[in-house]
Structures are given as structure tokens and as C-alpha cells.
């Protein structure tokens, strides 16, 4: 497959899609509308009557103890982005409006999968400006115990994640890839979330995980998992902390072009590393894709095609 990768895009047509909020367990609506080039991707709540738009930026970012959190979903924020952010990094897409009527993000199945087949159906429209980069040009690393991330200069964007679990179901695993639309789209974008059943009962005293269920999560009890179906890979547990660490950093507002590596990682450590970069501005540098059409296949270029998607950001 070939990657049009000189300019930014934007969806072709405007797509709804509904499911339930994993943590309220309420009904969540969103849908998906077409913007201009520049506009990057945003948040608008429609249930609220003085709702400002907000930026999938790392900025924006109150919370990420159990998912990414943008401002306060209390007035007109909202929750659990990060699986959409995954979706549209993975495949592309520049620039977004994204309205929701609640709080939080419907879960869906709790991969990206659903919202990857939305993008699908209605396709990708090119616009006439150029794409842009954030090249990594200093090591950043943040250390938290045990745990560690950092991004790394690196010719591809690629993800490098390492998960380590006490249970023996889990235990470490790895999954590395350099990030291409056909990498996201076959080897993450199913990847489910999970938990331990013992942690969800304490979730649910707290008000929590209300909407989780085998539905939409990959459920562990007494080191087996309870799905009757499995898990999708034997290393499922990774690819989805992949899948998330993807969608967190998109919140850099410009897709990153390097090598994101994390041990024993997670959503809080996703956002320090954004936190890190940006406290130098000599940590990185903004990069234009060639202004003329190019088209590139697999391979060191198709990489660098996914980390040249980005909008406008002057």
C-alpha cells in the first residue's frame, strides 16, 4: 500500500457512532465532522450550553489515573480519548471536530477498532496544505521507580513498549513496531483493555468502570482470562498499552518523529513524556513534509509518511 504524504487530510464526510461511557455507564453519542486544514484535531461538547472547544493537546490534559482526561468532564470536558486519538494517528487524519453529547467517550468494544471502521467508511479527503513533524533531536526520559519512557531521535516514528505484570497470565511482554496505517490497523487497533476482576469490584464501590463489562474489556480472575472468546493475540495485554501510548501522545498536537520506548508504562507516564519535550524547545524541531505529491511504500519511508501527519500549527 502507498501513503499520500505531502499534505494534510481530514475526513471525506461527517460520521456518528454511539456505544456507552466505560467508567459512567451511561449512553455516549459522538460524531466525527470534517474541518479545515490547520484546525488539528478538537473537542466540543454539544450537552453543554457555554461549551468552548478544546484542543487534543497535551496541555489540556487534568487526569490520567485511570484513563486521559481532558479539562474538567464535570463542566465541559471530557473523558477516556485516548482510544480515538489511537484511531486517528494510526490512520492519518489531520484534522477533526470531534462533538460528543456527555462526558466521557463511548468505550466501544475498548479498542480502537470501532472508530478505525467509521474512518474507513467514509475515507479521507486531502487538503491543500502541507503536513508537519515533531523530530526528536535530544534523548527525553522520564523515570518513575521501576518504570521508565522516553522518546529517542529516530529516522521512523516508532513505538518500543514493554509491559511487566505479576500475574503469570501476563507477565512481560513487548510489543515494538515502527507506526505505519497498515501496522495500526492490523497489529493494534483491536487491541482490547483489561483488568483484573478483583480491581473492577473496587472500581465499581468507587463509582467506577460502571460500564465495563466482557463487552468492551478483557477480564483476568485467578490468572485466567474470562472472555469466552480469549484474548485476540497471546500478547494482547501489550499491544493494547501500545495502542494507548499512541493515542496518548498524539495529544503533542503534531505526530512525533522518533522513538517512544516505555517500561512498564502507562497513561500518567504517556503525558510526562510530553511534559518532558516540551519544557526545551531544543529537545525537538518542527518538520515540514516535501511540498511536493509524493508517494511512498512499505518500509523506512511508509514510517516516516505515518510520522508526517499533522496539522498547521504556527
Known amino acids: 500500500m502507498t501513503y499520500r504524504i505531502d499534505r494534510q487530510t481530514t475526513l471525506a464526510d461527517q460520521v456518528t457512532l454511539t456505544g456507552i461511557g466505560v467508567h459512567s455507564g451511561k449512553p455516549a453519542s459522538i460524531t466525527l465532522l470534517p474541518a479545515e486544514a490547520g484546525a488539528g484535531i478538537v473537542f466540543h461538547r454539544t450537552d453543554v450550553a457555554t ?7 497535551w496541555d489540556q490534559v487534568s487526569a490520567t489515573a485511570l484513563c486521559t482526561v481532558l479539562q474538567d468532564p464535570a463542566k ?4 477516556t480519548v485516548e482510544h480515538l486519538m489511537a484511531a486517528l494517528s494510526g490512520l492519518g487524519v489531520d484534522n477533526l471536530i470531534v462533538e460528543i453529547d456527555g462526558p466521557e467517550m463511548p468505550i466501544m468494544d475498548g479498542s480502537s477498532t470501532v472508530f478505525v471502521d467509521a ?8 487538503l491543500d496544505r502541507a503536513r508537519r513533524c515533531l523530530k526528536i533531536k535530544k534523548t527525553v526520559r ?3 521507580g521501576s518504570a521508565w519512557c522516553e522518546l529517542v531521535p529516530h529516522h521512523t516514528t516508532r513505538f518500543d513498549v514493554t509491559i511487566d505484570f505479576d500475574t503469570p497470565l501476563i507477565g512481560r511482554q513487548a510489543f515494538a513496531a515502527d507506526m505505519t496505517p497498515d501496522v495500526f490497523r492490523t497489529e493494534l487497533s483491536r487491541a482490547r483493555t483489561f483488568g483484573n476482576v478483583s480491581d473492577v469490584e473496587q472500581l465499581w464501590k468507587m463509582g467506577f468502570a460502571l460500564g465495563s463489562s466482557l463487552e468492551n474489556s478483557v477480564a483476568i480472575s485467578e490468572g485466567k482470562v474470562l472472555n469466552p472468546e480469549g484474548t485476540r493475540w497471546p500478547d494482547e495485554f501489550a499491544r493494547h498499552k501500545a495502542l494507548d501510548a499512541v493515542g496518548d501522545l498524539a495529544l503533542a498536537g503534531l505526530p512525533i518523529l522518533g522513538m517512544y520506548r516505555s517500561f512498564k508504562g502507562g497513561h ?3 503525558h510526562a513524556i510530553l511534559v518532558k519535550l516540551f519544557e526545551d524547545v531544543a529537545n525537538y524541531e518542527i518538520v ?4 511536493s505529491f509524493r508517494e511512498v511504500g512499505q518500509g523506512k519511508n511508509a514510517a516516516l509518511a505515518a510520522a508526517a501527519f499533522g496539522p498547521d500549527h504556527s
Open 268 to 270: 500518567k507516564m504517556n
Open 288 to 291: 515540514e513534509a516535501p511540498a
Open 76 to 79: 465541559d470536558g471530557l473523558s
Open 51 to 57: 461549551a468552548r472547544e478544546i484542543p487534543a493537546r
Open 142 to 144: 522520564v523515570d518513575n
Open 119 to 126: 474512518i474507513d467508511q467514509v475515507g479521507l479527503k486531502r
